[in-house]
């Protein structure tokens, strides 16, 4: 299992910078998920990392040992295609087959690996069937036994699921976490859905515009986002952001409401903006709680029912409406006022200049 | 008078009989184009008749094709006609394909180079045997001077030389139609995704690997198609060989003078045509010819379909 590190490793087509310098480290038998919107730049640090695509500078060390500029072949790892990439004039067996073939293994250890890793994905009975007979679903388990089947020192996946439906990428999510697990094997895997990273990443790294925009655990990103991109991109859903102005331990909202900051809060803000001036208050839906002595006041815009809870959708002025999620106990007719308070330990503050998150403890 | 006051009677002007209407003609052309001379030349084929002689055919049942099938004279034709497919489509095979590897990567003036490649396949057969025998020519043609013989009298004589005359013929026919099979090859390669080959480049397969096990099945189909055509032309071989050799030279083998570049369609052409004009007899040579390229064919679609299926 590999450590794998990007050291001001970029990436240009033409004069646009698909990845800019980027620096990050995955560490042996780590689960790291690449997400980020589309055309963020995900595939090509995947390329990169995979040596499918050349850098156009800085370097990637593979257990320190220096690889940029190694063939994809002699990096040892596997990689997953967002569309598979099977080899359509060979059988399943054979595609599976193939890496050990190129190696040249022996017959008969290769008949049992393959057939080790066939009943490891549960696809034994599909094993003569060719690519184009196979549902996306299984094109898809055959991928990934092609890729397990050499035992690689990391796994590089490229929207694995990507193509398959809803109800299958559940179990297929849990497949790999599982496989992970039982392999150990250092993997990087790339989404644009933000529930399959936090689900299954052990590490998360939100990319936006070619650049890392954060690179933490999924709690880390998802209670305290670097910047508004990933408290805005991170939950469904993301966080609420309220523009506000804060002057002596409170912040006016919009429609006349006032928030008391909490005081632990005071310095930390003090530093960042000093003792009056704009700031953005952020929280999670699942901060703020329902209650008729809350400080703000609101009106019911719509609510959305969910199996387990309610989510709230409230007006606090024509142009900010945030969302509370609610016990599905109590009716909230629409146009009704609510008032809601919010956990002291769970609120976020934000620069609205810069967009970064001001942190107790200043930004890691 | 409108149809519309008609509207019963337009139908039964409509659907099935214009449809009759549209086919009939052709079919009838057809018969008497088509099905008529096959059918009557399978006839002839069992009877002893010249077309320019008076007296109707007589019937003789198996004799020609016994004839044909057995006299060692005809079965030098079948020879020489399966050698020359055979070499002929094997360096096709191999010329062509080895040039749509080479320009399967695109650079500069590769475009520019494809079409001038693909000339010869559109010249005339006639026009080019014309020119290749004033190529061949040991005194003024280039060829041997190309191959570093200045002395006239030295040179090898590549159409007067029975050794060498078929393999001049087939030197032709390489440079006229290595082209076509570039051409599938082409369109066969430039058809395989990308992706394959960095899947194998991931697979940690070497080039070789890659070549035998992604690149050369992905193409089979279409140099399957390559193979069948070209061995269907190759049993046909007729227009190069008259323009070049027109058979010969002659041979002795045993006790018989033999054409060593007559080709089954050459011979059949001298026993049609006057002055020889066996009708009968060169009806059975077409039909085993025909039956022969019918065979291969066969062979070939099953190969093709073995492929496709795996
Ligand atoms: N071969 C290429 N040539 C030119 N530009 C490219 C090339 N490959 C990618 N790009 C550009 O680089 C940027 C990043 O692309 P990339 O494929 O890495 O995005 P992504 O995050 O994987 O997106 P998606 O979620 O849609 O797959 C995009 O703007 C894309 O247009
Ligand atoms: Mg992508």
Redesign the pocket.
Known sequence: MATIELINVEKK?GPSY?VKPMNMTIHSGEFVVLL?P????????LRMISGLEAVTDGQILFDGKDVTWLHPSDRDIAFVFQFFALYSHMTARENIAFPLQAQGEPRDSIRKRVEEVAKMLRIEHLMNARPGGLSGGDQQRVALARALVRRPAAFLMD?PLGALDAEFRESMRAEIKRLHIEQNATTVY?T?DQIEAMAMGDRVVVMSAAVVQQNGTPAEVYHDPANLFVAKFIGSPGMNLIQGHYADGRVALPGDNRYDVPADWHTTIHEAIGRDGDIILGFRPEAAHISASGPIATTVYTTDLHGSYTMLHLEIDRDTIVDVRAGRGTNYPIGTPARFDLDPAMVRFFDPKTEMAIRKGGNP | MSSYSHPARRRHLGDKRLIQMFIIPTVVLLILMNVFPLIYSLYLSFTEYSAINPTPPKWVGLDNYKKVLSDNLYWHNFAVTGRYALISVSLQMIVGFGLAMLLKEKFKGSGLLTTLILVPMMLSPAVVGAFWKNIFNPSFGIFDQFLGYSDPNTAPEWLGDPDLALWAVVIVDVWMWSPFVMLLSLAGLSAIPDYLYEAAAIDRASAWFQFRRITLPQVMPLLLIAVLFRTIEAFKQFDLVMGLTGGGPSLLQGTQAVNVTETVSVKLFRLAMPPQAQTGLSSAMAYVVLIIIIAISNLYIRALNKVREG
């Open positions: 087509f698909a980020g589309s055309g963020c730049g995900k595939t090509t640090t929207e790339v644009h």
